[in-house]
């Protein structure tokens, strides 16, 4: 994560455009990094690019493709799974609607791809249902090519690559859309933006997610996971359940010590005076700071 030693004045920039990414709309980064790969063997790789970490399977039948981050980091993407995979993405899953995991939709559908998701990511990135994005505006809805072709309500379970797949709706939490994929054999799950790895979460009330939502879905998925199995998260390094463990113990905390200055009787403004996330300062980044986390919890919190 390069951005985190940018200046000042780079990172204000990139937080813009971060931020405009996570609420949805196709705004592109300038100049995103390029992907690297982490092979989890199996026919299994991880992009780490732009946006959210990218899952790929290859084998005999095709590749199948986990998010796609920008549209304008499509490109490069599609190039690396060309020479990870010898061919174009055949299957793409988006673990949830946000501009950083589904804006390469419309280049990975032109490229071939068919668009698997949950019904609500379908229903957010064509408008049918409004979101509200963290500026209070409404996002536009994508072009009709990136929609997904295949909806599902509970999940889908993929059998190729000499692998089973199984993809499956969580409960609301960062999103009203979010999606899991597990690889059984491997014992590999992709989490989506339900883990931020190390990093203050993005928790998305404008698109159906919520505090509590968050919370108890990471815990869900705690109850799930072995200490063998091996975790793509939706941002930041793979991750263990041990790392799990750890960021389960910062949202409790976190939501504890925000929940004090909502008892306490303090303002937003004054609960982010009064700086109650410094213990986790270190989940702190540049696009969710201890202040904006801060209110993500006042604001979700209280009733
Ligand atoms: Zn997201």
Known sequence: MGFL???????????A????????TAVAQNNPPA??????????FVIFGAGGNI???????????IDDQYPNSAAANLAKIQELAGGAPRYLVNTHWHGDHAGGNEAFAKAGAMIFAHENVRKRLSGETKSIGFDGKQAAAAPEPAWPVITFTEGVDFHLNDENIRVFKVRASHTDGDSMIYFAEPDILHMGDVFFNGLFPVIDPGSGGSVEGY?????????????????????????????LQKQIAM??????????RIKAGDTLQQAIARKPLKPWASFGWSFISEDIFTTTLYNGLKK
């Open 17 to 24: 455009v971060l931020l405009a990414g996570v609420c949805g």
């Open 55 to 65: 899952g790929v399977s290859t084998g005999p039948d095709g590749a199948f493709v």
């Open 251 to 260: 949202l409790e905390g976190a939501i504890k010590a925000v929940q004090a």
């Open 215 to 243: 919370l108890a879905a990471m815990k869900d998925t705690l109850a799930t996971v072995t200490d063998k199995t091996r975790i793509i998260p939706g941002h930041g390094d793979m991750a263990t359940k041990a790392d």
């Open 5 to 15: 030693t940018q200046s000042r004045l780079m990172k204000a920039a990139f937080v």
């Open 35 to 44: 992907p690297k790969t982490t092979d989890l063997g199996s026919g299994i």
